[in-house]
């Protein structure tokens, strides 16, 4: 599984990196990043949750 952040649609609600932080994790900012891709096993299922939490819809999983 791959996954990005759409930095464009990112505003920093912080979702992402607080139901899967060995997936993502805030720049200085507090915008998301990605700092393991591809997934590891294991973590497919909390990343599409973080996924599905983004209101910005800015969470992208591939694959
Ligand atoms: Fe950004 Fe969505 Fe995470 S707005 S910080 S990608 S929850």
């Given at each position: 599984m791959r996954v990005r952040i759409d930095q464009e649609r990112?505003?920093?609600?912080?979702r992402c990196y607080a139901l899967a932080p060995e997936v993502f994790a805030a720049d200085d900012d507090g915008f998301a990043e990605v700092v393991?891709?591809?997934?590891?096993?294991?973590l497919e299922e909390r990343t599409r949750l973080a996924a599905r939490n983004c209101p910005e819809e800015a969470v992208v999983v591939e694959g």
């Open positions: 990112c505003q920093g609600h912080g393991t891709d591809p997934v590891p096993p294991g």
